[in-house]
């Protein structure tokens, strides 16, 4: 198993407060993502990151932000929760992207209710 | 329009029956990148396998195995003989070489598999 770990695991917070989850990566994978998972929708890329500093939008990235300093960890952050950002999220290393044949490995999940 | 179509919602069988799993998809590239993926009821997501767009080669891995046809743009996956373990939501995700799409999985809305004893 791909050595991913996201913290935390479960968080409960009030609208309006913000949130940061953390997603680090022991396999020193150069390629780094976020998504949050929701019933009807399936997965949906929030950010990636295709390097330290490097990172780039993706189709639900509204209300989100990210940050990467260092190769090992890749930081989600709620700038103000939502009861709408209520949700699963997923954080997943590839060694190259998708395109190019980069498979996806996926850390354990956070859950998160913003109530 | 959805690239990746999962029809099958729900799917209960019986211990030991034989299930496959449908899985269509839309590309115009010619290369791309198939994907299965395993949520088992505690929630994390297991990688399968990775088929690319040039072997058309069946694949079987004990009792999983995956058909692949591009005449008819599909990606089944079998499980023989399945197990209460076997429990789970597989979803389907496709990714295209195309430089605009290729940051991404585009995935299926998953088939929830519920293995009855």
């Known amino acids: 198993d791909a050595g991913i770990t996201q913290s935390p695991r479960h968080k409960v917070t009030e609208t309006g407060t913000p949130v940061t989850l953390r997603c680090h990566q022991t396999?020193?994978?150069?390629?780094m993502y976020w998504y949050r998972q929701d019933p009807g929708h399936g997965l949906r890329l929030i950010h990636y990151?295709?390097?330290?500093?490097?990172?780039d939008k993706g189709e639900v990235s509204d209300g989100y932000s990210v940050s990467r300093s260092k190769t090992e960890d890749f930081l989600l952050t709620l700038e103000s929760a939502t009861s709408s950002q209520t949700s699963v999220y997923f954080c997943?290393?590839?060694?190259?992207?998708?395109?190019?044949?980069?498979?996806?490995?996926f850390g354990p999940g956070t859950r998160l209710t913003v109530l | 329009a959805q690239k990746v179509t999962q029809a099958q919602t729900e799917i209960s069988v019986v211990e030991k029956e034989d299930v496959t799993l449908d899985c269509v998809y839309e590309?115009?590239?010619?290369?791309?990148?198939l994907f299965w993926y395993k949520q088992p009821p505690s929630g994390e997501l297991v990688f399968l396998i990775r088929?690319?767009?040039?072997d058309e080669q069946n694949e079987i891995s004990g009792r999983y195995s995956w058909n692949f046809q591009k005449s008819t743009s599909s990606f089944n996956f079998t499980i023989t003989a399945s197990q209460v373990v076997d429990s789970a939501v597989y979803f389907c995700a496709l990714s295209e070489a195309d430089a605009g799409n290729n940051r991404k999985l585009i995935w299926g809305l998953g088939t929830s598999l519920a293995v009855n004893p």
């Open positions: 088929r690319n767009s040039f």
């Open positions: 990151s295709y390097g330290v500093k490097d990172t």
């Open positions: 396999e020193n994978h150069r390629y």
């Open positions: 997943a290393i590839s060694e190259s992207l998708a395109g190019g044949g980069g498979t996806q490995y």
């Open positions: 590309t115009r590239d010619t290369t791309y990148y």
